[in-house]
């Protein structure tokens, strides 16, 4: 296929600079006392150098830096954001001091977990800052640092207080040898399974102290549960997922399921789940909403220790009391275990009682659920999908919010540092995701628009990967018909600049998708950004 589109890894003589740079930083005094942070920007730059920085966040951070156990929840422990924002301010103090005239500087932009070399040591980088951004902010003003572990023989510092907030209290560190957190996993891994894999007919085993079932409550117009968790959880969108409440019957895993799972770039909302509840009883508002049902299959498929697959589990889904979808099977729907899967409901409203009963009845093993998502929505109308190749949200210049990347598999995401003429939302362009990927995002049943948002930062005579017209050629795919054949994005608008290409009348897939596959002719696909809009009247 030719000289391989570079992506997040810079071409030899530029990773030689950044490496020279890290080194210069790792062996500054500046950084001669803060050990920590030495192993955190060195991980993150490393990440970097490899071109895989979308792989750095809260919990690979948490996990494979400071120590945090495999268990971690970054819902509960912001360990992660406080130490990348004293690794920004460490930064800044070196670049302020004896790293003052250097020319290539590192700077990490508020939002990302990645570094930026910065060739005339500017720290102005034009991000969008929302999301994590917003969660960041929160740890910031709240928490200067979580302190460096004193050397042998020093007394600890008292923590950090700032005025006006109460003082931080750094986190305990572990006090259970290896082997007693080794023999731990073994457990829960155990558990994990065993509290899965349940006969039809019979009830889980629950948590010694689970959330009571609400069955009442005050109506409310946009709720988002996290079956089977027992805490409040904030995503990387900035919404709020409340603990588990108003379901019927049914039991909790024993401990989360953290197996990699395709497809999501939330992973903790597929971690825990309902298993063998007869349904949720959701006071609602009246008015009209669109349901999302969140599920993905842990235990039954190729390659799992249980086996199986198709068939293994099945259930009814029922909405009010009728029948939505008749033996629904996550994996035949997902297309794989451990796979990230919605379905969409519109036109959805509570029952004459001011409830949204939504029931779960058992065909082979019992039905599971892992989140629910109730937002209000137009009558007949899907509520838009906009997605960019972004860790973090983006409000573009319509006010409408693009959200993080979410519901692909492969691919990679990179970034140029170029600007994109030709449209009046540059933000949108930040990012692309290239190589061989799709997308599946899901949807009710319809016919939708569907909006690419494309240009060409890598190659042309001005961009770093030179060269010129058919250097980058790919078809795009919906549910296996091509919208586009043989796009060569040089040829149509130049580099740098923005190309938007609209496709109407798409209908979903049976299993309520638009599988959106970008397949590369010469080189890698590209796309920055997806829109996805119901035609319906």
């Known amino acids: 296929m030719g000289v391989a589109n570079q992506g997040g890894i810079h071409i030899a003589g530029i990773t030689g600079l950044e490496r020279a740079e890290l080194a210069a930083v790792l062996s500054s005094p500046t950084f001669a006392r803060a050990q920590r942070l030495v192993r955190l920007l060195e991980y993150i730059c490393q990440k970097h150098f490899e071109g895989q920085d979308a792989e750095v966040c809260e919990y690979s951070i948490a996990t494979e830096v400071l120590g945090r156990p495999a268990d971690f929840d970054p819902a509960e422990d912001a360990i992660a954001r406080v130490e990348i924002h004293r690794l920004r301010k460490k930064l800044r103090e070196y670049y302020s001091a004896e790293g003052s005239r250097q020319s290539l500087k590192i700077i990490i932009p508020p939002g990302l977990y990645t570094p930026v070399f910065q060739q005339d040591g500017n720290s102005t980088v034009h991000f969008p800052a929302n999301g994590k951004a917003l969660t960041e902010s929160v740890a910031e003003t709240t928490a200067e640092a979580v302190p460096e572990p004193p050397a042998a023989g020093e007394t600890p510092a008292p923590p950090a207080v700032v005025e006006g907030e109460p003082p931080i209290v750094p986190p305990a560190p572990p006090k259970r040898s290896f082997w007693l957190w080794a023999a731990a996993a073994v457990v829960a891994a ?278 010129g017209l058919g250097d980058r050629i790919f078809d795009v795919y919906c549910n296996g018909t091509a919208l586009i054949r043989n796009l060569d994005i040089l040829k149509e608008t130049g580099p740098n600049h923005a190309l938007i290409k609209r496709f109407r009348g798409l209908r979903p897939s049976a299993q309520g998708k638009l599988s959106l596959e970008f397949v590369p002719v010469v080189n890698y696909a590209s796309v920055f950004a997806i829109e996805v809009l119901d035609e319906g009247r």
């Open 190 to 467: 155990v558990a994990t399974v065993a509290a899965f894999r349940i006969p039809a007919g019979r009830q889980p085993e629950t948590l010694p102290h689970p959330t009571p079932p609400l069955l009442v409550g005050a109506p409310e117009s946009t709720v988002r549960i996290l079956a089977g968790y027992d805490r409040k959880y904030i995503d990387h969108h900035g919404h709020t997922w409340l603990p588990d409440r108003y379901f019927d019957g049914g039991g909790q895993p024993k401990s989360p399921f953290r197996q990699f799972i395709a497809r999501t770039s939330d992973p903790l909302l597929y971690q825990n789940g309902r298993i063998g509840m007869n349904g949720y009883n959701i006071p609602l508002k009246p008015g009209t909403y669109e349901l999302k049902l969140y599920f993905v299959e842990p235990i039954y498929g190729p390659g799992l220790e249980t086996g199986g697959g198709e068939n293994s589990r099945s259930f009814d889904i029922l909405l009010n009391g009728k029948l939505a979808i008749d033996g629904f099977d996550i994996v035949s729907d997902a297309g794989a275990p451990l796979v990230a899967d919605i379905r969409v409901f519109k036109d959805v409203q509570p029952g004459p009682d001011g409830i949204l009963h939504v029931g779960f009845h058992a065909r082979r093993e019992q039905p599971i659920v892992s989140a629910i998502e109730i937002e209000p929505a137009e009558p007949h109308k899907l509520n838009p999908v906009r997605i960019v190749a972004q860790a973090n949200s983006v409000t573009d210049s319509k006010g409408h919010v693009w959200e993080a990347d979410n519901y692909f598999l492969g691919g990679q995401i990179s970034n140029h540092y170029k600007v994109v003429d030709g449209t009046p939302d540059t933000d949108l362009f930040a990012n692309e995701r290239y190589g061989h990927f799709s997308y599946a995002i899901p949807v009710a049943p319809g016919t939708y628009s569907v909006t690419l948002y494309l240009a060409e930062t890598y190659w042309g005579n001005e961009n770093e990967g030179g060269g």
